[in-house]
């Protein structure tokens, strides 16, 4: 089959690799139908992502037709389904409180002593996402194995097409947890920081959820275009000193709550933030921080913090002493995907969550590359590029 390989930071090639086959009688086969490049993905694009091996598939975000079943995957031949991008067994302690993203069984045992070495106990596995995370090949290709398809897949019905519902896999779970995460009351004020895939959700929610004001930061003017549309007020943070903004636009006391849907890759011209751009690109592993140093300083005492932007590693220079001080709540985390896609798809049929608007190039697999470039080099124009296996080479919509 054809599929998206790593092979090396900026350098992503389709090439021919075998086909994935039923290995656990719990697994499933799909052929990928859709599949998107999620901004997590330039993380390995970017090649700030330790783990990752040459030849590698790369793809978290995919959904597609189930084509061979184990025999005791709940799945059917010919089901389309939707794929979480975490990896459950829903058996263990964390999947059976529903905290599916720190499942105890999906990573492989020879391959955690990594992230247990790193963070203390061992991730769970991921599609795509480096031998970190379990190894496991991604859905950037034109077939993959699902393990544990009885629990993580959601079947869609015909009357959705792949548009309306591929986020399940991903980005829209993560902006509703996000907003779930910031304690959403009625009367808050909200920012977030980034006007990326996530950023917008999470605004989506955030709205959506009865905030009575929220705040988007990006300095992309699409992307902040497009957070003005769903009911956000904007701020460019190139134009404009934020937290005075910020305090401004919340009557002097700070806003509720913040959302840091940036994570690891941030850009800001504050000394700290251009040292660790030096320090990640010469490998010495520390997390550009910006945005989500400037949300703790911004939030008013008592506040929340919410944060769905990855971070990897370490950061210089973290402002624990405001965190501590000002008495905030943090939470954060891989998104548990399989607590939220049922609702989330309620929502969807319902007419209360709309995702299409998102999408700004569909492009053939073949052409992935291109699509990883752009959307690193273009994002305000490139808001979110979706792959489609089969889709003839040129005939991009």
Known sequence: MRALTWQGTHDV?????????????????????????????????????????????????????VVETGKDSTLKKGQRVVVPFTISCGGCFHCKIQQYSACENSNPAEKQDMSATLYGHPMSALFGYSHLTGGYSGGQAEYARVPFSDVGPIVIPDHLDDDQVLFLSDILPTGWMAAENADIQPDDTVAVWGCGPVGLFSIQSAIVMGASKVIAIDHYPHRLELAKQMGAEVIDFRKTEVREALMEMSGGIGVDAVIDAVGMESHGFAVDNMLDMVKQTVGMGADRAAALKQAILAVRPGGRVSIPGVFGGMTDKFPLGALMEKGLKVNSGQTHVQRYTKPLLEKIEDGTLDTTWLISHRLPLEEAARGYKNFREQQDSWTKVILKPGMEKGAAA
Request: net charge negative.
């Open 13 to 65: 090639r389709v090439d021919s690799v075998p086909d994935p086959e039923i290995i656990n009688p719990r697994d499933a086969i799909l052929k990928i139908t859709s599949t998107a490049i999620c901004g997590s993905d330039l993380h390995l694009y970017d090649g700030v992502i330790p783990g990752v091996l040459p030849g590698d598939v790369l793809g978290h975000e995919f959904m597609g037709e």
